[in-house]
């Protein structure tokens, strides 16, 4: 059972950054699909990036394009999101994600029923 740990969120003035991190407990963290999600209170849970299990294939959320980079660390079993330019309205609960499936070829990794495994999530909050 792959879990995940979050970590790096907290409270930072907009136009500020911050660097989450998730890390996986099993060495197959490397042939999954991982995407991070947010969630603000009141609202759905809404997709923020993604990247396939070789690191050669992002896909990012309009709101957030050209703000944010996922990337991730196989040998670290880590994934990461880097977040520049924050704005109030990226304060959230971010959660890491993994595919249902190992070496998963979606066509289309927004929806969060592709994802199987999550983490707990953490705090981020952007002041105005």
């Known amino acids: 059972q792959l879990q995940l740990v979050e970590s790096g969120g907290g409270l930072v003035q907009a136009g500020g950054s911050l660097r989450l991190s998730c890390t996986a407990s099993e060495r197959t963290f490397s042939s999954y699909l991982m995407a991070w999600f947010r969630q603000a209170p009141g609202k759905e849970r809404e997709f923020v990036a993604s990247i396939n299990w070789s690191g050669g294939k992002t896909v990012y959320a309009d709101s957030v394009k050209g703000r944010v980079t996922i990337s991730r660390d196989n040998a670290k079993n880590t994934v990461s999101l880097q977040m520049n330019s924050l704005k109030p309205e990226d304060t959230a609960v971010y959660y890491c994600?993994?595919?249902?499936?190992?070496?998963?070829?979606?066509?289309?990794?927004?929806?969060?029923?592709?994802?199987?495994?999550w983490g707990q999530g953490t705090q981020v909050t952007v002041s105005s």
């Open positions: 994600a993994a595919d249902l499936n190992r070496y998963s070829k979606r066509d289309d990794p927004r929806p969060s029923r592709v994802y199987g495994y």
